[in-house]
Nanobody, 126 residues
Framework: QVQLVESGGGLVQAGGSLRLSCAAS????????MGWFRQAPGKEREFVVC????????RYADSVKGRFTISRDNAKNTLYLQMNNLKPEDTAVYYC???????????????????WGQGTQVTVSS
């Protein structure tokens, strides 16, 4: 059974930092693009960042550029998201995801991803 399990969410003050992790099991995702999405109450799920299967390319939403950093450790089948200088508008449930197929580039569309974690809550207080 394929599973993506996020961890590392929590409550933090504005300007603080959090590091999210996403551990994959059931299959290896070393050949797949992986990404982070978020969903705030009453809003649609939105793209945050993705990383090429090789780890050699990344794509960020403008709202997080310069503050968030994605990385992956294919040997550990784990994805990370370092979030610095957090803002109240970053409050959301954060989901990690793996692309539907291996070898794709840097997709930002929700439909391009076929594997999803259960989400982890990030709350940033002002």
């Amino acid at each position: 059974q394929v599973q993506l399990v996020e961890s590392g969410g929590g409550l933090v003050q504005a300007g603080g930092s959090l590091r999210l992790s996403c551990a994959a099991s059931g299959r290896t995702f070393s050949g797949y693009a992986m990404g982070w999405f978020r969903q705030a109450p009453g809003k649609e799920r939105e793209f945050v960042v993705c990383i090429h299967w090789s780890g050699g390319g990344t794509r960020y939403a403008d709202s997080v550029k310069g503050r968030f950093t994605i990385s992956r450790d294919n040997a550990k089948n784990t994805l990370y998201l370092q979030m610095n200088n957090l803002k109240p508008e970053d409050t959301a449930v954060y989901y990690c995801a793996a692309s539907r197929r291996p070898g794709v580039g840097l997709p930002r569309e929700v439909d391009s991803y076929g594997y999803w974690g259960q989400g982890t809550q990030v709350t940033v207080s002002s």
